[in-house]
Nanobody, 114 residues
Framework: QVQLVESGGGLVQAGGSLRLSCAAS????????WGWYRQARGKQRELVAI??????NYADSVGGRFTISRDNAKNTIYLQMNSLKPEDTAVYYC?????????WGQGTQVTVSS
C-alpha cells in the first residue's frame, strides 16, 4: 500500500506561482512512476507531468512553465507551477504507480484568477 497526501493548492492571480507537494508513505520502493494529473470542472482528468525511471515528460500545455521534481530523502514529489493561467484552474492529483496498482492522492484545488 502507498499513501499520498497533497498540499500547496490555493488561489493565485494569473502570472503567479504555486508549488504543490505530495508526501508519500508506505511501500514506496515498489513505485516505478510518479506524476501529477489535473481535472478541471466538466473535463476528464489529464496528465500534467510524470517521472518514469528518471525520464520526465510534460503535457504540451504546461511545458516550460511547470517543473516536476522529487526529493528522495523526504519521499516527496513537487510540482512547481509558474506563469499560471486561468486555464490551469483544476483539482490537481498526485499519482504513483507500481507494476500492479495505481495510487492517488485526495487532490488539491488550484484556482487561477484573471
Amino acid at each position: 500500500q502507498v499513501q499520498l497526501v497533497e498540499s500547496g493548492g490555493g488561489l493565485v492571480q494569473a502570472g503567479g506561482s504555486l508549488r504543490l507537494s505530495c508526501a508519500a508513505s508506505g511501500n514506496i520502493f515498489s513505485i516505478n512512476a510518479w506524476g501529477w494529473y489535473r481535472q478541471a470542472r466538466g473535463k476528464q482528468r489529464e496528465l500534467v507531468a510524470i517521472i518514469t525511471r528518471g525520464i520526465i515528460n510534460y503535457a504540451d500545455s504546461v511545458g516550460g512553465r511547470f517543473t516536476i521534481s522529487r526529493d528522495n530523502a523526504k519521499n516527496t514529489i513537487y510540482l512547481q507551477m509558474n506563469s499560471l493561467k486561468p486555464e490551469d484552474t483544476a483539482v490537481y492529483y498526485c499519482h504513483a504507480a507500481t507494476s500492479w496498482f495505481d495510487y492517488w492522492g485526495q487532490g488539491t484545488q488550484v484556482t487561477v484568477s484573471s
